[in-house]
């Protein structure tokens, strides 16, 4: 019998395009996992907010995964600092939708702190073990965004309370876990890292005149890329700064930048946009940086193959996916040395870290690697070796539902629980008209 699974991803669906503020690595990781354990035989089910009127209650997404709409709150786009207000009513209709679907999941899997609420809840009325993404964690948030970071001030109690209610805790790297054991004394027993994933049917290299041309880049140029969120966490005020000071070789240099709110670069409708501009301005490279909005998750192979370099320089970063992108399709990366990146980036063989917010640093290593073309195509075949190795969706599912296994056994049959979760006192709490979290 297929193990069912929900999954539970507020504010980051599988079906949104990628690149905006609230849309990036967090809808890929949903997105990819549950497509991964689906084709290994499990049944999964997104809950997310609904926030399209355009879209019906229920997608049939693809073969074993469903993406199904929660109202929380108007049906329209929030951000996602401002949901945890909308979350009792989520808890509500997810419940309320359990119920009259019967639906017997044996798993809820959290991604982020607000879905970690509603599957707390959830757990506490139907009796469902969770384990829970945390994607990122407020405390180490504030440690680098200070008075930037706009989240309520409940979030790290309430992080406080889910790392101790999970049934297990999935950090994304090392430092990850770090994080989670001493900021909030996770149990270790209780925390495995499980890093994310590329998709090989995506990512994988083109070959670089017939991207270039594909995207009409100019073939003779060095051309390095940028690509994600457009954020200030995200550092590209930082890469548009040490493109004015590297050492130029015979060939001419541009930076491309993808993301944005918009499939143009509007600066209007992407703040961010505007500001790095402004960026590019002051340090004279604006005639050697492209925008170029947001792009469907389809062009990106070609963006990354089409590039010498991949940079991504993010003040933190929880794990990062797209430098295993840029990998797989055989670009080197320059990262910063924080999180997942100093984990999935090997420093010298596949690209090079650098300190974050420090421009001349990573001037000095892009100037190093666009003027060494005999390192710059080892890296590029070692970049391939090492994802490929380690990274892929496929062996990032396998991991995943090892860990689920391990879960549910110790839930279920160990505890001799039969696994249903219309309890009688879940039944009760309905009749009564339950308020989750009123």
Request: aromatic share 10%; hydrophobic share 40%.
């Amino acid at each position: 019998m297929k193990k069912k699974v929900a999954f539970i991803s507020e504010h980051a669906s599988p079906l949104a395009t990628l690149g905006g503020v609230d849309s990036g690595g967090q809808n890929v990781y949903v997105a990819e996992l549950s497509k991964h354990l689906a084709r290994i035989g499990y049944e999964i089910d997104v809950f997310t907010r609904w926030e399209d009127p355009g879209f019906p209650e229920v997608v049939d997404w693809m073969p074993g995964v469903r993406v199904i709409h929660i109202q929380a709150g108007p049906v329209d786009v929030v951000p996602k600092e401002e949901l945890l207000q909308y979350m009792p009513e989520f808890s509500l209709n997810m419940y309320e939708f359990i119920l009259e679907h019967k639906i017997n999941y044996q798993l809820i899997h959290a991604n982020f702190w607000t879905s970690s609420l509603v599957a707390s809840q959830l757990k506490k009325l139907l009796q469902i073990p969770f384990v829970v993404t945390f994607h990122a964690l407020g405390y180490i948030r504030k440690l680098y965004q200070g008075s930037q970071d706009h989240f309520p001030e409940e979030r790290i109690r309430i992080e406080e309370q889910i790392v101790h209610e999970a049934d297990h805790i999935i950090a994304e790297c090392p430092q990850d876990r770090s994080d989670l054991l001493n900021y909030y004394s996770a149990y270790p027993e209780l925390t495995t890292v499980i890093p994310c994933g590329f998709s090989i049917q995506d990512f994988y290299p083109v070959e670089q005149k017939k991207a270039r041309q594909i995207l009409r880049l100019k073939e003779n140029e060095i051309i390095f890329l940028q690509l994600g969120r457009m954020v200030p966490r995200k550092g590209v005020d930082n890469v548009i700064r040490a493109l004015s000071r590297i050492k130029q070789c015979q060939q001419s240099v541009r930076l491309v930048i993808v993301g944005g709110e918009s499939d143009l670069p509007d600066p209007e409708l992407c703040p961010e946009i505007k500001r790095l501009q402004h960026v590019a301005q002051e340090e004279g490279v604006s005639l050697q940086v492209t925008f170029t909005g947001r792009k469907s998750r389809d062009m990106l192979k070609h963006y990354y193959s089409a590039a010498d370099v991949f940079i991504s320089t993010p003040w933190y970063e929880p794990f990062g996916i797209t430098p295993l992108e840029a990998m797989a399709c055989g670009t080197p990366v320059i990262g910063s040395q924080v999180g997942g990146i100093k984990y999935s980036v090997a420093d010298g063989e596949t690209g090079f870290l650098v300190p974050p917010n420090d421009p001349d640093a990573l001037a000095e290593k892009m100037s190093q690697l666009i003027c060494d073309p005999e390192l710059l195509q080892q890296m590029k075949k070692n970049a391939i070796e090492r994802v490929n190795t380690l990274f892929t969706w496929a062996k990032v599912a396998e991991e995943v539902s090892d860990l689920y296994n391990k879960v549910i056994y110790r839930t279920y049959e160990a505890a001799g629980r039969p696994q249903t979760v219309l309890t009688e006192r879940a039944e009760q709490l309905l009749d009564a008209d339950l308020i989750i979290g009123g």
